[in-house]
């Protein structure tokens, strides 16, 4: 993404795929995402969308914002579950451990650090 440069995020076409083996908890959700073009001094930038159903996932760095849809994200061991809708904001550590409960189908806009 170079400066200046416009992307309406929900709007991206994203190719899904399903979520299968010990990620799919229930229901057949899918998962696409795209990164948006070059990074910002490393961090990457991109849209991340997920259908209704329950997965499992140990997360990277991230931070993210909601743009639609509604969830709730179970942590193994840290905070009470949160639920997430359009304009919540979210800090991920590197290695936790959540469950994805996924009510409506969710996109978010999400910035990863640059690698170390």
């Known amino acids: 993404m170079r400066a200046g440069e416009l992307h309406h995020a929900d709007a991206v076409e994203l190719e899904h795929e399903p979520v299968g083996g010990e990620e799919r908890m229930s229901g057949t959700p899918s998962i696409g995402w795209t990164a948006l073009g070059a990074t910002v001094d490393g961090a990457e930038v991109g849209v991340w ?18 743009l639609g849809g509604r969830a709730t994200i179970a942590f193994e061991a840290g905070p009470e579950p949160i639920e ?4 919540s904001v979210v800090r991920l550590a590197a290695g936790m451990r959540t ?6 189908t969710l996109r978010k806009v999400y910035v990863t650090p640059p690698a170390r």
């Open 49 to 66: 969308e997920i259908t209704p159903g329950v997965v499992r996932d140990v997360e990277e760095h991230e931070i993210f914002v909601v």
């Open 84 to 87: 997430v809708r359009a304009g």
């Open 99 to 104: 469950t994805w409960t996924v009510h409506e």
